[in-house]
């Protein structure tokens, strides 16, 4: 959709649906798997990605997709009961439309009501600025009304200008104009009074696959922990020394307590 304020590098690499059942195949000889998270780039490009989640869905693993919720391939998904699906919504319709193109909030909003009727789990995960900030009761509002139902909101600040700038993987700073960072005491005041992204408690503990094969202890993690071969207790053993490691300086339960999803410095003033 190429939206103006993205942060991450898209790469043509996609892992295989063998390659990842494989490697889940090999994490749960070792260590259960209740959940998986599947996010992108849009997920639901991938040609085999429903028939991936219907095989993960019949091992009893609850899936979460996070999507922009342009792509109707819901029908397809066999137990929409173990599926939370997580639709990114900027905002009311024309501030949404800005970031990600003309229509595309009228469609995500139809798939939304789509999935509540079949039976999937809903959520929306909402990016915030400086522009849209003011608008969060009246947008939640809308969602109540055009949903007929109240569907969890996460809402996520905008990336610091300085996160974006000195990132060593990502560093995409985006469009600016009409999309504003938040200033910190709005970031601090948004994370105390709304569920939120990065989580309040921080703790996500995510072992996170990228579609190069790296794998990370967090979902936008910066130093691997291995790769789609590594021995898993191997891989579990770098996760848990990486968190012990970042609480011998300053423990905010953050495997990358250097960037901590770009808000180290207000999560250090969140009481």
């Known amino acids: 959709m190429n939206c103006k304020i993205c942060y991450t590098k898209k790469t043509k690499s996609v892992l295989s649906k063998q390659e990842i059942l494989d490697f889940i195949e090999r994490y749960q000889k070792v260590q259960k798997l209740e959940s998986i998270t599947f996010c992108g780039g849009e997920v639901f490009l991938i040609k085999e990605f429903s028939q991936l989640i219907n095989e993960l869905t019949d091992q009893d693993i609850f899936i979460q997709i996070i999507s922009n919720g342009t792509i109707d391939r819901l029908k397809e998904i066999k137990e929409?009961?173990?599926?939370?699906?997580?639709?990114?919504?900027?905002?009311?319709?024309?501030?949404?439309?800005?970031?990600?193109?003309?229509?595309?909030?009228?469609?995500?909003?139809?798939?939304?009501?789509k999935a509540i009727t079949i039976g999937f789990h809903t959520e929306i995960f909402s990016i915030v600025t400086k522009e849209n900030l003011q608008s969060i009761p009246q947008f939640e509002k809308e969602i109540f009304q055009k949903l007929g139902k109240t569907v969890e909101i996460t809402y996520h600040p905008r990336k610091p200008i300085n996160y974006l700038n000195n990132h060593p993987i990502s560093n995409i700073l985006g469009q600016v104009r009409n999309f504003n960072f938040l200033s910190q005491v709005e970031v601090k005041t948004l994370l105390e009074n709304k569920k939120t992204f990065p989580p309040k408690n921080l703790g996500c503990y995510q072992i996170a696959l990228m579609s190069d094969k790296q794998i990370y202890a967090c979902c936008e993690g910066i130093n691997a922990i291995g790769n789609i071969n590594t021995d898993v207790k191997e891989l579990i053993n770098n996760f848990q020394n990486r968190l012990i490691n970042s609480c011998h300086q300053n423990c905010l339960d953050c495997t990358e307590p250097d960037f901590v999803c770009g808000f180290k410095d207000i999560f250090s003033k969140i009481e």
């Open 80 to 113: 929409p009961n173990m599926v939370n699906l997580i639709i990114s919504l900027d905002g009311l319709e024309d501030y949404h439309d800005l970031n990600r193109g003309i229509g595309n909030f009228t469609k995500s909003i139809e798939l939304l009501k």
